[in-house]
């Protein structure tokens, strides 16, 4: 067997690059099921990532009677069903509606909206984002024109903690406190648009509206703003001009005040200033089988908020459990086999389906994610092929089945670094280096 690692030089095809559209939108929804190699698979969109108990027992209901009983976690905080048996999508669609998981059967793929899973919980950032959630998701689903955005079109909600901006989303909100708010078109570093924080959600829709009559968009070859061939800065013009019909006040400037930085919530308890808790777990390889559904369910229908918060990062916050009933929850939630604890190996890793699930797929990532990853401090994303479904942004390794074995990559600073390893016993020793490794290695 093969164990030779051979460097090679950054690959553009592990960077972010502006695709060329030449196909329409397949992106999956649940009234547009995907079909995939283990059945058809259906992707509820979830805003916020916030569930009530009774909408997460309507997933598990739909789950287990028809697909393969499991919930399948996104890096946008939706919920995907797999494995679904054929012609199952009416009652699907029944099921979900009634759960008023489809308020609109016409937007329904266009409802991606993420947002601080924490906001309002722990005493930082600038309060709860769900009022500007609730009205942007109602201003999405009664436009007349937001149902063209393409499946992969992104809102991020920021509660001003910071935690949204490597996300890569389209359009970013977020809070900067006394009632103002900051608006950033595209997923890079343009110039920000400063609106009271009441009219933040109409600035979103706003965005997205005019990014749709943009001529990139018109052709259908721009479905994200990133893809804009020239640029933003007309968008922004066109943002301005119509925030101020709308009679909003809108400035411009080069950075929002100084977002703090923070990143997903490690597993554990979150303690808040009222003395409460929220819990965060994260899902084994982004999946939750049955029974460990139940369990979440279960606990979040003690807890007074009743709702569980889906997160980008594959995991869920459950809020509003008394904080001396937060360790007891957790030892009930680790023995269920969700990960409460941010030592834990598993912590941070995601894959894609892999074999079998996926045709396209060199390996069974999954497996091998499991077997093959050790702790470290940067997430991990492994994939089938060079694809990569659902890879995160921002610092991580990512590791990519190839002919040859895996190429590990890390993405740090903006800097990618890959070299391609052969051998398990080597994946596994090139994987744990690279989860440790900083700005400052030459190697991955
Ligand atoms: S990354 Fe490739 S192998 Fe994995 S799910 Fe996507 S298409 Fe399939």
Same mark, same amino acid.
């Given at each position: 067997?093969?164990?030779?690692?051979?460097?090679?030089?950054?690959?553009?095809?592990?960077?972010?690059?502006?695709?060329?559209?030449?196909? /329409?939108?397949?992106?999956?929804?649940?009234?547009?099921?995907?079909?995939?190699?283990?059945?058809?698979?259906?992707?509820?969109?979830?805003?916020?990532?916030?569930?009530?108990?009774?909408?997460?027992?309507?997933?598990?209901?739909?789950?287990?009677?028809?697909?393969?009983?499991?919930?399948?976690?996104?890096?946008?905080?939706?919920?995907?069903?797999?494995?679904?048996?054929?012609?199952?999508?009416?009652?699907?669609?029944?099921?979900?509606?009634?759960?008023?998981?489809?308020?609109?059967?016409?937007?329904?793929?266009?409802?991606?909206?993420?947002?601080?899973?924490?906001?309002?919980?722990?005493?930082?950032?600038?309060?709860?984002?769900? =009022?500007?959630?609730?009205?942007?998701?109602?201003?999405?689903?009664?436009?007349?024109?937001?149902?063209?955005?393409?499946?992969?079109?992104?809102?991020?909600?920021?509660?001003?903690?910071?935690?949204? $901006?490597?996300?890569?989303?389209?359009?970013?909100?977020?809070?900067?406190?006394? /009632?103002?708010?900051?608006?950033?078109?595209?997923?890079?570093?343009?110039?920000?648009?400063?609106?009271?924080?009441?009219?933040?959600?109409?600035?979103?829709?706003?965005?997205?509206?005019?990014?749709?009559?943009?001529?990139?968009?018109?052709?259908?070859?721009?479905?994200?703003?990133?893809?804009?061939?020239?640029?933003?800065?007309?968008?922004?013009?066109?943002?301005?001009?119509?925030?101020?019909?709308?009679?909003?006040?809108?400035?411009?400037?080069?950075?929002?005040?100084?977002?703090?930085?923070?990143?997903?919530?490690? =597993?554990?308890?979150?303690?808040?200033?009222?003395?409460?808790?929220?819990?965060?777990?994260?899902?084994?390889?982004?999946?939750?089988?049955?029974?460990?559904?139940? $369990?979440?369910?279960?606990?979040?229908?003690?807890?007074?908020?009743?709702?569980?918060?889906?997160?980008?990062?594959?995991?869920?916050?459950?809020?509003?459990?008394?904080?001396?009933?937060?360790?007891?929850?957790?030892?009930?939630?680790?023995?269920?086999?969700?990960?409460?604890?941010?030592?834990?190996?598993?912590?941070?890793?995601?894959?894609?389906?892999?074999?079998?699930?996926?045709?396209?797929?060199?390996?069974?990532?999954?497996?091998?994610?499991?077997?093959?990853?050790?702790?470290?401090?940067?997430?991990?994303?492994?994939?089938?092929?060079?694809?990569?479904?659902?890879?995160?942004?921002?610092?991580?390794?990512?590791?990519?089945?190839?002919?040859? /074995?895996?190429?590990?990559?890390?993405?740090?600073?903006?800097?990618?670094?890959?070299?391609? $390893?052969?051998?398990?016993?080597?994946?596994?020793?090139?994987?744990?280096?690279?989860?440790?490794?900083?700005?400052?290695?030459?190697?991955?």
């Amino acid at each position: 067997m093969l164990a030779a690692m051979c460097s090679a030089p950054v690959r553009s095809f592990a960077q972010d690059t502006k695709p060329i559209r030449d196909r /329409g939108d397949a992106c999956p929804g649940a009234l547009r099921l995907h079909e995939a190699d283990d059945g058809a698979l259906a992707r509820v969109r979830v805003p916020g990532g916030i569930l009530s108990v009774p909408q997460a027992e309507a997933l598990a209901a739909a789950a287990r009677r028809f697909g393969d009983g499991d919930l399948h976690l996104t890096s946008r905080g939706n919920v995907q069903l797999r494995a679904l048996e054929a012609g199952c999508g009416g009652e699907l669609a029944g099921l979900l509606g009634a759960a008023g998981l489809l308020p609109s059967h016409l937007h329904e793929r266009v409802r991606n909206v993420v947002a601080s899973p924490l906001a309002g919980l722990d005493g930082r950032g600038h309060g709860d984002v769900r =009022p500007w959630l609730r009205t942007l998701d109602g201003m999405l689903c009664g436009s007349e024109s937001a149902h063209a955005l393409s499946g992969r079109f992104l809102f991020a909600l920021d509660d001003g903690r910071g935690d949204m $901006t490597d996300l890569g989303a389209d359009v970013t909100l977020t809070a900067g406190g006394e /009632g103002t708010a900051w608006l950033r078109a595209g997923p890079g570093h343009a110039p920000a648009v400063q609106v009271p924080s009441s009219a933040a959600p109409l600035a979103a829709l706003l965005t997205a509206e005019a990014f749709l009559q943009t001529p990139a968009a018109r052709a259908g070859q721009a479905w994200r703003i990133g893809e804009l061939p020239d640029g933003i800065d007309e968008l922004t013009d066109t943002v301005l001009r119509r925030l101020d019909g709308s009679g909003v006040a809108a400035t411009t400037s080069p950075e929002p005040p100084g977002p703090r930085t923070s990143g997903p919530p490690p =597993p554990g308890a979150v303690h808040g200033p009222h003395g409460d808790a929220a819990l965060s777990v994260l899902a084994p390889m982004g999946r939750i089988e049955a029974a460990q559904w139940d $369990t979440l369910v279960s606990v979040a229908a003690r807890t007074g908020h009743r709702e569980l918060r889906l997160t980008p990062w594959r995991g869920l916050v459950l809020p509003g459990v008394p904080a001396d009933a937060a360790a007891e929850h957790l030892r009930v939630l680790a023995s269920a086999g969700l990960i409460t604890d941010p030592a834990s190996h598993l912590s941070g890793v995601g894959s894609c389906i892999g074999r079998p699930g996926c045709a396209k797929s060199l390996a069974d990532v999954r497996s091998d994610a499991a077997a093959l990853t050790g702790p470290g401090r940067l997430p991990v994303h492994w994939s089938g092929c060079e694809r990569r479904c659902g890879h995160p942004r921002g610092d991580r390794v990512e590791v990519v089945a190839v002919p040859e /074995g895996y190429r590990v990559s890390v993405d740090l600073d903006g800097r990618t670094r890959s070299a391609t $390893t052969t051998g398990r016993a080597a994946v596994a020793a090139h994987v744990a280096a690279a989860r440790t490794s900083s700005p400052e290695d030459r190697t991955p």
